[in-house]
């Protein structure tokens, strides 16, 4: 782990923020009981906490619900974000009909065909082509279900929210993710992965960071110096940066680790509880 080098006090904090899938939540997908007594205790001395997170709204609920937290929900990287009390829609933001069509051509290649798992997000529902293997684990892990429709393309009466393609194959993700940065600029599309195997692409003025500080300034009128998020993946870099304390997972790539005021033990090792405590409970 590394030296704290955060300029602001722990006093400070008045909003965390985690991510769930590797950060609150490992390989059980549940959100362990020192987690969850970390946060409450958190809570306890007036920090407010929200969950930030690449999955749907849907899916994310339930670790919104265990963690208590009592405000909006940021789901698909920031694109929607809903208070589940009130059913208000903050923020929701779409990739353009257009832009949809020109990444599903992409991935209709010969050469991405046959090894990718296109999922197409639309008003909370997951759209895929056909049934994969991954798409089907996905959906599991997830708790939802996922509708074939044959051709995506006969959804897009309605802009998606997210488009995720998936491949066991981290080389070949990482290979459409430099091929269409080079094709879209950030301006166009927002592109990221949340883990080594999921592509995925929002609405250009997407990514948590943008999320956080809406949630954070618009909302609760707070500064930065009042943050501190918790994640452990590339689409967390925007909202570790923007946090007064920033903090990476054990098990976090270097790039996201570089760029965060504490490197906290792994998912498995309770590192968000550690964090919390440390920068939070101290």
Known sequence: MQAENASTSTNEIKLLVVDIDGTIAGHS???SEKVKKAIAQAQAKGVQVAVATG??????LRFHQEIGSTLPLIAYQGAWIQHPT???IHRHLTVKRETAQQLLDYFEQPEF??????????NDELYVRELTRESKIYAKRSNINAIPVGDLRQTLDNEPTKVLALCDDADVINRLLGNLRRQYTPAEL??????ATFFEATNP????GTAVRYLAEEILELQPGNVMTIGDNFNDLEMLQYAGIGVAM???PDGVKAIAQWIAPSVEQNGAAAAIEKFILS
Do not use: C, E, Q
């Open 250 to 252: 054990g098990d976090a």
């Open 113 to 122: 065909k046959d090894v990718l798992s296109v999922h197409f997000y639309i």
């Open 55 to 60: 999955r749907m709204y849907r899916s994310a």
């Open 190 to 195: 927002y592109l990221t992965t949340s883990v």
């Open 29 to 31: 997908n549940r959100v």
């Open 86 to 88: 009130t059913n208000k």
């Open 205 to 208: 003025f997407v990514n948590k």
